[in-house]
């Protein structure tokens, strides 16, 4: 009976044990078409600000070897989603310097992580996304933010993970779309 006990909770301590995992992210965006752009062309690129080189941890009793980190080029990503908003709203998106429009997203806050260093129940998440778009002279600044609780009853798998780290950031992409201020600030410029 005793070696069934420390047998069963060998397999309990096991189960809470998490590998680092990498994800992709691939944020996508909505955009009603709206002629905002008007043919104007537009360069958009991304600004990986993260502090520190992961998202956070899965939690779990081996809370400190099982790092949530970034697969892939951030700033590529962002700037792709945003592009195919902004040509939504009937802008040309241009790769060179020399556009009518340009927009950075800096990406100053991302995280999954787990405060729960036992088991792992609760997962706080966040995205923090500051836009700035260039006008000739003229900029604005727009900050965009989301965050929220998940639970999970057991470790989530890579695809889970990056499912909701990508619906958080492409959440917080599509606030800036929805932004009047935005809208207003780019229909006086143009």
């Given amino acids: 009976m005793k070696k069934l006990l420390l047998f069963l909770g060998a397999i309990a301590l096991a189960a809470c044990a998490h590998s680092p995992l990498q994800i992709r992210l691939q944020p996508q965006v909505e955009v009603a078409p709206d002629t905002i752009g008007a043919g104007h062309t ?3 690129r991304g600004a990986n600000k993260l502090p520190g080189g992961g998202l956070g941890s899965l939690g779990g009793v081996y809370a400190d070897s099982s790092n949530v980190t970034l697969a ?3 700033e590529t990503a962002m700037a792709n989603a945003l592009s195919e908003g902004f040509a939504a709203w009937s ?3 241009v790769e060179s310097g020399a556009a009518d429009v340009h927009v950075v997203a800096n990406l100053t806050g991302l ?6 260093k036992l088991y792992t129940s609760k997962v706080n998440t966040s995205a923090e996304v500051q836009l700035q ?7 604005y600044y727009g900050n965009y933010s989301t965050s929220g609780v998940d639970r999970s009853l057991v470790k989530p798998d890579r695809a889970e993970v990056e499912a909701r780290v990508n619906g958080l950031l492409s ?3 599509q606030r800036a779309f929805a932004d009047e201020k935005l809208k207003s600030f780019l229909r006086q410029h143009l």
């Fill in 42 to 44: 537009i360069n958009v």
């Fill in 72 to 74: 892939n080029d951030v």
């Fill in 91 to 93: 802008f040309r998106p």
């Fill in 111 to 116: 995280s999954y992580d787990s405060p729960n």
């Fill in 133 to 139: 778009v260039t006008i000739g002279g003229a900029t």
């Fill in 171 to 173: 959440t917080t992409l």
